[in-house]
Nanobody, 118 residues
Framework: VQLQASGGGLVQAGGSLRLACVAS????????MKWFRQAPGKEREFVTA????????DYADSVKGRFTIPRDNAKNTVYLQMNSLKPEDTAVYYC????????????WGQGTQVTVSS
């Protein structure tokens, strides 16, 4: 499975940004999709996850109410819709594929930089 993330950039605080992650290859067994982020000098942290049919989602407390994880299975694409962005959301964002919501990712995409200016 290959994951290609895109959509990062520079945005002002309060703004919005949408990241996309396209999966290719044999995705059937690793269809749970997740987003993580890593800020400079910090550990990589979980942001959000969606079950295969998006019926179940999970969010880190720091992004609840601001971020969503829509997915388009016909396009093998999962998105990270980020609203009301804060400077503390600045990080490299990674998409990942897993066999379950409580499992560690099996596949990772390359990161995409999100910078939120104050």
């Amino acid at each position: 499975v290959q994951l290609q993330a895109s959509g990062g950039g520079l945005v002002q605080a309060g703004g919005s940004l949408r990241l996309a992650c396209v999966a290719s290859g044999r995705t059937d067994s690793t269809c749970v999709m997740k987003w993580f982020r890593q800020a400079p000098g910090k550990e990589r942290e979980f942001v959000t996850a969606a079950s295969c049919n998006a019926g179940i989602t999970d969010y880190a407390d720091s992004v609840k109410g601001r971020f969503t994880i829509p997915r388009d299975n016909a396009k093998n694409t999962v998105y990270l819709q980020m609203n009301s962005l804060k400077p503390e959301d600045t990080a490299v964002y990674y998409c990942a594929a897993s066999v379950g919501l409580r499992y560690q990712p099996r596949y990772w995409g390359q990161g995409t930089q999100v910078t939120v200016s104050s």
